[in-house]
């Protein structure tokens, strides 16, 4: 019977309905995996305010939120895990929503700015000015966008020939970003008293320790920095046609690559200057997030709801899945590289895309 | 689609780096007309097209729509008038032909606007003129090459231009999808008047469906006019540097080429 009715009714459908269907089927799938998403990370932030070392109620939790002194929980939840957790959520959605913007409008997951040297420059100021300058707060934040921007031009500039990016750029930055990877060791090397947390923050990422202070920014940062992305996120997907075709079909092409370049870095940066350059989070979040959501829809918000899952689920794991506390950036380090090396095979066989 | 737009090109210079590919080159596109640009390999066709179409900046010189100077109209604006099909245009993977077509929506959309049913309707017209309605849902990636062209004219059709810049829009496909791209180009032209400029290699495929030929040699035009003006043995040997006979296509009326090279010629010229 149901069978009999649509094959009755595929003739009635009418070109526009064809494509208004596609098209509605195509949105829903999206805020599906956005509601999926953003419910596990709820999930993942609460279970990492309640479990730890010592575990403390919801009620307890919810006390020290609203500002009430809990004997225990107000240093423990208070002080140590509300930031902690934060952070996590906050730099993921950074290094997620950052990296699939370089990733989308360079049509290449492996121009990821954590792959192309991006990160690690922000890394390398961020490092030289804690470590060597002793500088902190906002001055430090500014420092690594300054240099993930230079990093960001420097590659641009070695990379451009006649308007042809692509591998190119790609290899460029690999050859930066381990002389930015050296700069940091040495600048570590270098400091007197440096204890190993501080040392694998700059290196590989690390939420040790953190403290409002440090998150704070990060939220600035992606209050008005996501919001620019989302704005250019039309532009975005027609940047996915190449250049030509972008400005044929309206695109301010050089202009809106500057836009999401600036906002992207900015973001990294941030994130980069709070938490260090957590390992193949930017790297990976485009990517899977790409596979669930299907072709043909922006990404922008979908990989920052992913990377901000597996920071937050990264640095749990890191802490209490083994019997040491592992930096969050050892674990989705782990995570990242084989992701990598598959997909150097898979673009030697056919041009890789998102 | 009662407009009829001019698009005109006075003094231009064009080049990258040191190098100038057009220099000092006027012409005008008859509106709603066929046009067709040919000439050798490297000679500036598809940058000519380029400039037409707001992608190259000129070192001297301007191209003129309706007698405003492309390079100063607002982008979206200039790409309601005018659309341009590059000549190797990439398709993001895994991407479903209504949703590539729809791409084409872009200059009609504002930044944070929503689809409209005026815009699923674009589309749905843009399949059907294209016959590749049945492939709404597919993907891209799955297509045979003329296939996959018949939906990147779709795309260029959904922005609903007056003016269709194609780059060798024939490129990469058999003889018969080459005759089915320009028949569709052509019905487009009858049944619209869009006016249509393509840079096209195969000379006789040129002279077939254009109803106005220019010839390009050095970055300069060396002849401009109807297929019988243009298409000459003269022409050709200025032009590509080769030997040829131009007779009369007895299917259309109109000239057509036979190349002589060195070997299997037995009539003497």
């Known amino acids: 019977m149901t069978l009999e009715r649509s094959v009755a009714d595929a003739p009635l459908l009418s070109t526009a309905q064809v494509v208004a269907r596609g098209r509605v089927r195509r949105t829903a799938r999206r805020r599906w995996v956005i509601a999926v998403l953003a419910a596990l990370i709820v999930l993942g932030y609460i279970v990492s305010l309640l479990v730890g070392q010592t575990f403390y109620s919801p009620a307890e939790v919810i006390g020290v939120i609203l500002g009430q002194d809990v004997p225990g929980a107000s240093f423990t939840v208070g002080r140590l895990r509300l930031?902690?957790?934060?952070?996590?959520?906050?730099?993921?959605?950074?290094?997620?929503?950052?990296?699939?913007?370089?990733?989308?409008?360079?049509?290449?997951?492996?121009?990821?700015?954590?792959?192309?040297?991006?990160?690690?420059?922000?890394?390398a100021a961020a490092a030289f000015a804690i470590v060597t300058l002793s500088i902190s707060g906002t001055a430090v934040s500014v420092l690594a966008i300054g240099a993930g921007l230079g990093v960001a031009l420097l590659i641009y500039a070695l990379s451009f020939?006649?308007?042809?990016?692509?591998?190119?750029?790609?290899?460029?930055?690999?050859?930066?970003?381990?002389?930015?990877?050296?700069?940091?060791?040495?600048?570590?090397?270098?400091?007197?008293?440096?204890?190993?947390?501080?040392?694998?923050?700059?290196?590989?990422?690390?939420?040790?320790?953190?403290?409002?202070?440090?998150?704070?920014?990060?939220?600035?940062?992606?209050?008005?920095?996501?919001?620019?992305?989302?704005?250019?996120?039309?532009?975005?997907?027609?940047?996915?046609?190449?250049?030509?075709?972008?400005?044929?079909?309206?695109?301010?092409?050089?202009?809106?690559?500057?836009?999401?370049?600036?906002?992207?870095?900015g973001l990294i940066a941030f994130a980069t200057a709070a938490a260090g350059p957590i390992a193949f989070v930017a790297f990976l979040a485009g990517p899977i997030a790409a596979r669930i959501v299907g072709p043909g829809v922006s990404l922008l918000v979908p990989a920052a709801l992913v990377g901000a899952l597996l920071v937050l689920v990264g640095d749990f794991l890191g802490q209490f899945a083994f019997g040491t506390r592992m930096p969050v950036g050892v674990i989705t380090g782990v995570l990242g590289a084989p992701y990598l090396i598959y997909l150097i095979i898979r673009t030697n066989r056919a041009g890789g895309s998102l | 689609m009662?407009?009829?737009?001019?698009?005109?090109?006075?003094?231009?210079?064009?080049?990258?780096?040191?190098?100038?590919?057009?220099?000092?080159?006027?012409?005008?596109?008859?509106?709603?007309?066929?046009?067709?640009?040919?000439?050798?390999?490297?000679?500036?066709?598809?940058?000519?097209?380029?400039?037409?179409?707001?992608?190259?900046?000129?070192?001297?010189?301007?191209?003129?729509?309706?007698?405003?100077?492309?390079h100063r109209m607002p982008a979206k604006e200039l790409a309601r008038t005018l659309g341009l099909l590059p000549q190797?245009?990439?398709?993001?993977?895994?991407?479903?032909?209504?949703?590539?077509?729809?791409?084409?929506?872009?200059?009609?959309?504002?930044?944070?606007?929503?689809?409209?049913?005026?815009?699923?309707?674009?589309v749905a017209a843009a399949l059907d003129a294209t016959d590749t309605a049945s492939l709404a849902d597919r993907s891209v990636d799955e297509l045979s090459g003329g296939q996959r062209q018949r939906v990147w004219i779709a795309m260029?059709?959904?922005?609903?231009?007056?003016?269709?810049?194609?780059?060798?829009?024939?490129?990469?496909?058999?003889?018969?999808?080459?005759?089915?791209?320009?028949?569709?180009?052509?019905?487009?032209?009858?049944?619209?008047?869009?006016?249509?400029?393509?840079?096209l290699h195969d000379l006789n495929l040129a002279a077939?469906?254009?109803?106005?030929?220019?010839?390009?040699?050095?970055?300069?035009?060396?002849?401009?006019?109807?297929?019988?003006?243009?298409?000459?043995?003269?022409?050709?040997?200025?032009?590509?540097?080769?030997?040829?006979?131009?007779?009369?296509?007895?299917?259309?009326?109109?000239?057509?080429?036979?190349?002589?090279?060195?070997?299997?010629?037995?009539?003497?010229?």
């Open chain 1, 83 to 123: 930031p902690r957790a934060t952070l996590a959520v906050l730099a993921g959605l950074c290094f997620g929503m950052g990296g699939v913007t370089f990733q989308t409008m360079l049509r290449n997951p492996l121009a990821s700015p954590d792959i192309i040297g991006i990160s690690s420059g922000a890394s």
């Open chain 1, 161 to 265: 020939k006649s308007g042809v990016l692509g591998t190119r750029l790609i290899l460029i930055g690999i050859g930066i970003a381990a002389m930015l990877d050296s700069l940091t060791a040495y600048v570590l090397s270098r400091a007197a008293m440096w204890d190993l947390q501080e040392a694998t923050r700059w290196l590989t990422g690390n939420l040790n320790g953190v403290s409002w202070a440090q998150t704070v920014p990060v939220l600035i940062a992606l209050v008005v920095l996501a919001p620019v992305l989302l704005g250019q996120s039309r532009n975005l997907s027609m940047s996915q046609l190449g250049d030509d075709t972008a400005s044929a079909l309206g695109v301010r092409v050089e202009r809106s690559r500057l836009i999401l370049i600036i906002a992207a870095v």
């Open chain 2, 2 to 70: 009662t407009l009829i737009h001019t698009l005109a090109v006075e003094n231009l210079t064009l080049g990258y780096g040191d190098r100038t590919v057009i220099e000092g080159l006027d012409l005008v596109v008859p509106a709603g007309r066929i046009t067709a640009i040919v000439g050798a390999n490297a000679c500036g066709k598809s940058t000519l097209l380029r400039s037409m179409s707001r992608l190259l900046v000129p070192r001297a010189g301007q191209v003129l729509l309706d007698g405003k100077q492309v």
């Open chain 2, 88 to 122: 190797s245009p990439i398709a993001p993977e895994g991407i479903t032909v209504a949703d590539l077509v729809g791409r084409g929506r872009n200059p009609h959309q504002r930044m944070f606007s929503r689809w409209s049913a005026e815009d699923d309707e674009a």
């Open chain 2, 156 to 199: 260029a059709l959904a922005q609903q231009t007056d003016l269709l810049l194609l780059d060798e829009p024939t490129t990469f496909l058999d003889v018969s999808h080459q005759v089915e791209v320009l028949d569709l180009l052509t019905d487009l032209n009858h049944s619209r008047g869009t006016t249509i400029v393509m840079v």
């Open chain 2, 208 to 269: 077939r469906y254009a109803d106005h030929l220019i010839a390009l040699a050095d970055g300069r035009v060396h002849a401009v006019g109807a297929p019988h003006e243009v298409l000459t043995e003269e022409t050709v040997q200025a032009v590509f540097g080769l030997s040829s006979r131009v007779l009369l296509d007895p299917t259309s009326g109109r000239p057509m080429m036979l190349p002589i090279g060195r070997h299997n010629v037995s009539v003497p010229v």
